[in-house]
Each structure stands twice: as C-alpha cells, then as structure tokens.
C-alpha cells in the first residue's frame, strides 16, 4: 500500500473532498510562485494549470476505483470553482481577470479532466506518474516563458467625420472632457478616456490623455498639421480597476500591458469630409498570446472609439456652429 492510497479515504464523498483540496494544496503554490516570484502570467498559468487541476482531482478521486466520465468532469469543475474562489478572496486576482480567462481556463480544466479519466482507464499504473510529471512541467514552463520577449503589434480603428480636416486636427491634439462611459466594459472597470490636453505645439510638446486611472504622457515625434501627428508613451497609467471586494495590487496591472506609440491619421475626403484613423503599438506579457489578444485588441478598439467618436462630435458640432454664424 503506498502513500497515496493511505491519504485518500474510501468513501466517495470523503475522496472527492480529499482530491479537491490535495490539488488546490499542489496547484495553488505554483500559481503563487509564477505570478510573484518568477512574474509570469502565460501558458503555465493559464493552460498548464487549469489542465493539472482537472486531471489531478480526476486522478486522486479515480485512484483505484472505479470513476464516470461525468464525476471526472465535475470534480474537475469544482476544484477549478473552488480553486478560483480562492484567488478571489486572498486578493490575488478581482472578477475582472477572472472573467477573462474564464473561457480558457474551462476549457483546459475540462480538457485535464478528460486526459485524467482517459490514463485512469487505459494505463492506471502511469495515473500519478503524469501528475507529478505535469506538475513539474508547470515552473519549468514558466522559467521559459519569462525569458522570451514579446511581440509590439499596432491596433487601427477609423471614422469617418463631416467636417475639415483642419477642425478635426484641432480636436485631435486636445478635448474637452468626455461624457460618462456607457459601455459595459468600461462600467466594470476597464480604463477609459476623459480628456486630452497638449503642453506646446510641435515636435516636442508633450500630450496627456487622461484616463479615469491616471494618464498618458505623449511626447509627440510627428507633427504633420493637418494630417498627422505620432507620440510616443512616455508613461502610462493601470490599464484596469479590479473589481474586488478588497484592493487588489496584481502584478500584471503594472508593466503587463504596454503602449509604446501612437498616432492620428487624418484623410481629406469628398465634400469635406474626413477620414480619421487612430492607431496604438503595444505590447502585452501575457501569454497564450493569440488569446489574450483577442481581449486587448477588442479594449483597445473599445478605447479608439470612445475617443473617435468623441473628436467626431466636437468638430461636427464646431462646423454646425461656423454655419449658423455665417448664416446670422
């Protein structure tokens, strides 16, 4: 009889209980030393360990006896429940992150259970095998992970404006403050715009677009009048405020999600009109990377809008107003 056999209990109901906590007890300090010692948010902790938390609850529970492919399923479901549950509490994580890697994470679990109920039932004897194997296999993951450098791509989102592009240049460089956010996702707590001031004219001047979480500072390299200008971020503000019950302080609200430039494009368009594309380079070190893309790309369009829009109103507004004093 070895070791493993003498922890868990016999009885169902004490065996789930006995393999929920053992992996959450394997699986919760890994994820603990991944975010704050090696300072990884990737493949280990996104889909290596939600795979370890459905396949080690399935095998300690089926260990030995028999197990369904449905009991595989939920015990994986609720060690991966009670597991996140956790991050919640001791503020390692808010609901916002949560519920983003939600998708992923259910998915990996449901693929680590299934993995666990095939090996318990073709080849038992390698059951705690590639537990251990997989467990080691998560730090290992991580140490790589935070050697490679990540990739800056651009983000583009265009709008098309009824006025010239000399009033659209000017609502470019500053605005006034915008109205309330009535988007979802800036409701629940993703960072969003509400003003831009510009300090000078010119190659040199320094841009600020202020963020409910503090702000951007944008020293401009390109001032084409009234067709281009670029910025780099000389420095930036948290990207998100976590939705928690205490203050949460992750890691990766700090240098995880990076903008490194920017710029507004503007196009002369037929009967006065104007094109206005705005454009960000960033950078994130949150892996999977094709993943957490989809996220970013989406909250950065989220943003454009919110600001295109914006600069959309103010200078169509500035041209109704030109009329009616011409008009007077």
């Not at 990766?252 to 999600?257: A, I, P, R, S, V």
């Not at 369009?301 to 009616?324: D, G, P």
């Amino acid at each position: 009889m070895n070791i493993i056999t003498k922890i868990l209990p016999t009885s169902p109901r004490k065996r789930k209980w006995a393999s929920i906590i053992l992996t959450i007890l394997l699986a919760a300090p890994l994820t603990l030393w991944g975010i704050y010692k090696i300072g990884e948010y990737g493949i280990a902790l996104f889909i290596l360990t939600p795979l370890f938390i459905g396949l080690a609850s399935t095998v300690l529970y089926g260990y030995e006896r028999e197990i369904t492919l449905q009991q595989a399923t939920r015990i994986g479901f609720e060690t991966l429940g009670i597991f996140t549950l956790g991050l919640i509490a001791f503020a390692v994580e808010g609901l916002i992150c949560i519920a983003m890697a939600a998708p992923i994470g259910v998915l990996f679990t449901w693929m680590g259970a299934l993995l666990g109920f095939s090996i318990i039932k073709k080849r038992p004897d390698r059951s705690l095998t590639s537990l251990v194997v997989l467990l080691i296999f998560i730090p290992v993951t991580a140490f790589v992970e935070s050697k490679s450098e990540p990739n800056v791509k651009p983000v583009t989102t265009k709008v098309i404006i009824n006025a010239s592009v000399e009033t659209v240049w000017k609502n470019v460089i500053e605005f006034p403050p915008l109205d309330a956010p009535t988007e979802f996702i800036f409701n629940a707590g993703i960072a969003y715009p509400v003003k831009a001031t510009i300090e000078g004219e010119g190659v040199g001047a320094i841009r600020h677009c202020n963020f409910n979480t503090g702000s951007f500072v944008e020293p401009i390299t390109t001032w084409d009048k009234p067709n281009l200008l670029q910025f780099d971020v000389l420095q930036q503000p948290q990207p998100l405020k976590e939705l928690s019950f205490w203050t949460i302080d992750a890691p990766h609200l700090h240098d995880y999600f990076v903008s490194e430039k920017g710029q507004f494009k503007l196009t002369e368009l037929p009967n006065g009109q104007t094109e206005l594309e705005g454009t960000t380079w960033y950078h994130h070190n949150i892996k999977p990377d094709l993943y957490w893309r989809i996220w970013s790309d989406w909250i950065i369009h989220s943003i454009h809008k919110r600001v295109l829009n914006h600069i959309k109103t103010q200078a169509e507004q500035e041209k109704a107003s030109v009329k009616i004093l011409n008009f007077n």
